[in-house]
């Protein structure tokens, strides 16, 4: 899991307020754990079972921290070597506000490689993109839209970029591999999310979605999203959520088993596995779930995306 999938949701509230309560709004990270796994969602939301910080998931954390204060700099100082001595600084920053992170590297050689990884994805951001020419209009932006069904989206964006012309482009790094083409649908849903949430918001649809992959060489996957694209996933998502709604009033959060099981950090509970389920929070609001669009689409993933252009 990236760490911005949890950072989005715990930032921006999109968690129940009361044990049970039936969510108020969905992020893109938790509309793909309900399409992956409805009992994953359940874990996540429902239950809010802790999951400690992992060094995959700081490591994020770290990244995205450095090159968001990256453009804090004037632009001639953003190169390689300024990145590379703003890890160890950030990192002492994030772990004075977060004790997770703080007691996760107790070893120095441990910390010593986490610290090198951080560099080293940073290394391939800059293999994809010079931060010189560049002046983002935002930059860990949140950002929240209603739909007329009621449904409300939100979440943060790694960064906006907007031309002179007035085209938008929305950036998103990952820290993780990158995806297989026959991933790729998965991979985009959640930027056509955010240009769903933009569009609502300014009128105006997205130019550009690019993900960023800084591992390895690093690789850029970019899509070009058009009003056809953003109206599927607004009906996509008031289906998903209509399916979300019926799992919450029946209690009925069935595990959708696949390969990803074997990174699941709930697995020791899944039924699937030999696990037991822990009973349901005792609900505080039982208001009948809203009725946006059939979701009878809602179980089969995100739609299938057009063809993306990955570049290295």
């Given at each position: 899991m990236d760490i911005e999938n949890a950072v989005d949701d715990l930032d921006a509230g999109a968690s129940p307020g009361a044990a049970g309560d039936r969510p108020s709004a969905l992020s893109p990270s938790r509309a793909s754990d309900f399409m992956t796994c409805p009992l994953l969602y359940?874990?996540?939301?429902?239950?809010?079972?802790?999951?400690?910080?992992?060094?995959?998931?700081?490591?994020?954390?770290?990244?995205h921290a450095v090159l968001e204060r990256l453009f804090d700099r004037p632009a001639a100082e953003r190169v390689p070597a300024v990145a590379a001595d703003m890890v160890e600084p950030e990192w002492a920053r994030l772990c004075e506000e977060d004790d997770g992170l703080a007691s996760l590297l107790p070893d120095e050689s441990e910390r010593s490689q986490f610290i090198a990884d951080a560099r080293a994805a940073l290394t391939g951001y800059f293999k994809l993109?010079?931060?010189?020419?560049?002046?983002?209009?935002?930059?860990?932006?949140?950002?929240?839209?209603?739909?007329?069904?009621?449904?409300?989206?939100?979440?943060?964006?790694?960064?906006?970029d907007v031309s002179p012309a007035g085209d938008i482009r929305v950036v998103d790094y990952k820290t993780g591999k990158v995806p297989l083409e026959a991933y790729e649908a998965s991979a985009l849903f959640q930027m056509k999310f955010y240009a769903l949430v933009i569009w609502r918001l300014r009128g105006v649809i997205p130019r550009m979605l690019q993900l960023m992959y800084l591992s390895g060489d690093g690789e850029v996957l970019r899509y070009c999203p058009d009003e056809a694209d953003l109206r599927a996933t607004e009906r996509k998502l008031d289906a998903l959520w209509a399916a979300i709604s019926r799992a919450r009033e029946?209690?009925?959060?069935?595990?959708?088993p696949?390969?990803?099981?074997?990174?699941?950090?709930?697995?020791?509970?899944?039924?699937?596995?030999?696990?037991?389920?822990?009973?349901?929070?005792?609900?505080?609001d039982p208001a009948a779930a809203p009725a946006p669009a059939e979701a009878s689409a809602?179980?089969?993933?995100?739609?299938?995306?057009?063809?993306?252009?990955?570049?290295?």
């Open positions: 359940r874990f996540r939301v429902i239950d809010r079972i802790p999951e400690p910080p992992t060094p995959a998931t700081a490591r994020g954390t770290l990244v993109e010079d931060p010189r020419r560049l002046e983002p209009a935002e930059r860990e932006w949140y950002v929240e839209a209603e739909l007329t069904s009621g449904l409300r989206l939100r979440g943060y964006v790694d960064r906006l029946t209690g009925d959060w069935r595990p959708r696949s390969r990803l099981c074997d990174w699941c950090r709930h697995k020791a509970l899944c039924p699937e596995f030999g696990g037991t389920l822990p009973p349901l929070p005792e609900r505080a809602a179980s089969s993933g995100p739609a299938a995306a057009s063809t993306a252009v990955r570049a290295r």
